[in-house]
């Protein structure tokens, strides 16, 4: 089952209809062509950020994202994260201040180095860029790399996505002399598939395939583990898949030199497992505990949200270099 919620926020999405109304009609959200809100008259192309500006938001959003993970206090970042990371963190950061209400026992700060940052020029609201860093935590020579935005001049810079690349998928940016990158529109006719539309496409694809997108462990490779774990003794699973489209959720991507695109989208996931009569639903993950709301008696509903980076190329297939995912809900019945 698929379907779009593009105008809905994963914090909303709680309703423990929602698979029986999973062929209701929907809403698809549109993206303007400029993929940018213009306000105040500010049509004229721009850096989004100084490269001092860029440097110190990273130093922001690290110090306020450490002081949450070590409390288990998704307050103390909410400025700080937002979009698709924001959901993903507020998920993680729930479940552990209710497995451990003191704070994390296991916290170790993250530190960030190495940063090179990509600036796009462009006109209006939002604004945004990416950080390009390494960090101390998993791979030492993966690339964990970091969407910065901003709505508008009221608010400060927050991290909508982060990705984390093998060395080797960090494409190369086209630039301008100065060294600023020029972004890609929402509906960039030069693509195989335009920005705007990855997030669809995606959930349309895991629901019935296709050649939108190559092979691998987030496409073909995921189609195949659900489809071998519909029907099991005892227990069924189905499927929903939402795009993400909405505010910081928007699509947001970087012309590369080849004229392809490294592309940032997010997605929505749903998982329900229904047991048969007389068979329990045993819940070994203490995350999925602490998030859970209900009573297990039949069925189990695991909410996730997703934030991907994909090259899309002029032609053919988009390729995954990326796929960050996070449990935001659980709800039994």
């Not at 934030?307 to 659980?330: I, M, W, Y």
Request: glycine share 8%.
């Amino acid at each position: 089952m698929s379907r779009d919620r593009g105008d809905r926020s994963p914090r909303t999405l709680r309703s423990p209809n929602r698979f029986a109304l999973a062929t209701a009609a929907v809403t698809v959200l549109s993206v303007t062509a400029s993929g940018c809100v213009v306000v105040h008259g500010e049509r004229e192309v721009v850096p989004t950020a100084t490269r001092a500006d860029a440097a110190r938001a990273l130093t922001d959003f690290l110090t306020a994202y450490n002081k949450a993970d070590k409390a288990y206090d998704r307050s103390l970042d909410a400025s700080r994260v937002t979009g698709a990371l924001g959901a993903i963190d507020g998920g993680k950061l729930e479940a552990g201040h209710k497995i451990n209400p003191g704070g994390n026992p296991g916290h170790v700060p993250l530190k960030l180095t190495d940063a090179k940052f990509t600036i796009p020029r462009k006109a209006g609201w939002p604004r945004w860029f990416v950080a390009d860093t390494r960090a101390n935590k998993g791979s030492a020579d993966a690339h964990w790399l970091l969407v910065f935005t901003r709505s508008d001049a009221s608010k400060v810079w927050a991290v909508s996505y982060l990705t984390i690349l093998a060395p080797g998928d960090v494409p190369a940016f086209k630039t301008d002399k100065d060294g600023w990158a020029e972004p890609v529109t929402a509906d960039d006719p030069a693509l195989a598939v335009q920005p705007q539309k990855l997030s669809t496409a995606y959930a349309t694809y895991l629901r019935s395939g296709g050649d939108v997108f190559a092979p691998g462990p987030h496409t073909s490779q995921w189609r195949a583990t659900r489809l071998k774990n519909a029907s099991q003794p005892g227990l069924a699973r189905q499927y929903i898949d939402e795009s993400l489209t909405n505010g910081d959720y928007a699509p947001v991507g970087l012309r590369t030199t080849d004229g392809g695109a490294l592309v940032f989208f997010a997605t929505h996931h749903y998982e329900r497992q229904t047991a048969a009569q007389g068979v329990n639903i045993n819940i070994s993950d203490p995350n999925i505990k602490a998030l859970l709301t209900g009573e297990v008696k039949q069925s189990l509903t695991l909410e996730y949200v997703s934030n991907q980076a994909v090259l899309d190329p002029r032609k053919g297939p988009v390729k995954f270099v990326s796929r960050v995912e996070g449990l935001t809900g659980a709800e039994g019945e």
